[in-house]
């Protein structure tokens, strides 16, 4: 029984480390690849060359590519979506997804390859485009497992398919690909991967859990509309950023005194926009918000929450009836939940712990971040599994620790990766799980 165990046990180390050369072997070129992609971030629905860069590198490492899949609720719109099918024999279905979309946030970590770019975005405006929450690491290892798992063919089985999607940021990608018959045309996978880069955690070490890992989400639009009219004379208006400014506090009594303290739930106003001049007071006040949670009936309790305060408010202002409130509840833009199969996760998490050290793979608690990774599981019919990749330089992480600074959250402006032990991180963490599902050991 001990000669069985040390043999299992050598050719584990001999696979390590194949795995551990190739990774250091691809790592200089990946890393070059990221910094590339982080100085040309492009926004939500615009991701033609990130997405043609993805396509062409499948194809050079012996993917079949499909570009352009995907088929938005708006049909004037192009989904990017590159799908690389990699058939290696007989055995499971293994799909991995990336994000590549960016966000529209003006950078400042002072990178010598930071972004500079500005992009047009839905409504005509010109915007500063960044990387802000590592999806550029996502693409880039992405193409690094690609390359990979192609000179590993001799050590597994069955159907890796990559996945490079668009629109993470605005909750429409995954549902895009999915409408244009993404398992069928390209095959139903047995098991569906995805990771995403933390702000929270050094460099070198992996996050999972199991269960509940992020929130549902959804995108609201207020539009709170008033009479408008000059500012000196305010008496003869019905002023809607007042009734705005209501609104704003009313919103903060949702959760702290209607949802039971048990039930997590955010409501966040992340814009909001009204008037031209000094002296005028607007017609209307356009707001945009989040809401997030894990249950269903909290989340359709928050949603109708909402419209009354909104209605109220007006209400109590005597608009005109024909000028009340709209609240518009984006359906394009809503993500469910993600649940991590248990078995799955597990699993996982001991393949970590052999290849990182136990003391470098961490519990991930539940997220109030959203992720449109959890439509490809399909309400749980496709087990799936989405796992985080430390991304904060360790010294700097310890510093932060010791003093109680805050690190740069995702979507900061400040938010920086340190890029090669990320990247080599992610590289070894998402090829060792395709490997363990679909390898023969």
Not at 269 to 292: A, F, M, Y
């Amino acid at each position: 029984m001990r000669k069985i165990a040390f043999v299992l046990l050598a050719v584990g180390t001999v696979w390590c480390q194949t795995v551990e050369t190739l990774v250091e072997g691809e790592l200089p070129a990946i890393v070059e690849l990221y910094r590339r992609v982080h100085a040309n971030p492009e926004l939500s629905y615009y991701e033609e060359r990130t997405a043609a860069l993805i396509a062409d590198e499948l194809r050079r490492a012996g993917y079949t590519v499909a570009e352009r899949v995907g088929r938005y609720s708006d049909s004037t719109k192009t989904c990017y979506g590159v799908v690389g099918v990699l058939r290696n024999g007989s055995g499971p279905t293994l799909l991995v997804r990336a994000d590549m979309d960016a966000l529209p946030v003006e950078e400042n970590t002072g990178l010598p390859y930071a972004s500079t770019r500005r992009q047009k975005d839905e409504r005509g405006e010109s915007v500063a485009v960044m990387h802000a929450c590592g999806h550029d690491v996502h693409v880039a290892t992405l193409i690094g497992v690609g390359r990979i798992m192609a000179r590993l063919r001799d050590r597994w089985k069955g159907t890796l398919i990559l996945v490079g999607q668009p629109a993470e940021e605005r909750g429409a990608g995954a549902r895009a690909l999915l409408a244009d018959s993404l398992y069928e045309r390209f095959g139903r996978p047995d098991v569906v991967l995805g990771l995403h880069t933390d702000a929270e955690h050094p460099a070198g070490t992996v996050g999972i859990g199991t269960g509940p890992t992020t929130a549902s989400v959804d995108m609201i639009d207020v539009t709170i509309r008033g009479v408008g009219g000059h500012g000196a004379y305010p008496h003869t208006t019905k002023d809607p950023i007042v009734m705005a400014a209501e609104f704003v506090m009313a919103l903060q009594t949702i959760v702290s005194r209607e949802i039971p303290p048990r039930e997590p739930a955010v409501v966040t106003v992340g814009s909001i926009c009204g008037g031209t001049k000094h002296n005028i007071i607007p017609d209307e006040v356009n707001l945009q918000l989040t809401v997030r949670t894990y249950s269903n009936r909290i989340r359709e309790q928050i949603i109708s929450a909402i419209g009354a305060k909104a209605y109220g408010i007006a209400r109590a202002a005597a608009v005109p009836l024909d000028r009340m409130p709209v609240v518009y509840v984006r359906p394009e833009e809503h993500t469910p939940p993600q649940h991590n199969d248990t078995l799955l996760a597990q699993r996982l998490e001991s393949v970590f712990a052999s290849v990182f050290g136990r003391e470098n793979v961490y519990r991930t608690e539940p997220t109030m971040g959203g992720e449109d990774f959890a439509y490809y599981r399909l309400g749980g019919a496709i087990p799936s599994c989405f796992f985080r990749v430390g991304g904060v330089n360790p010294a700097r992480y310890e510093q932060a620790r010791a003093s109680g600074e805050q690190l740069p959250s995702l979507h900061s402006s400040r938010f920086a990766p340190d890029a090669e032990p990320t990247l080599r991180t992610a590289l070894r963490a998402m090829t060792h799980a395709a490997l363990a599902l679909l390898g023969r050991r």
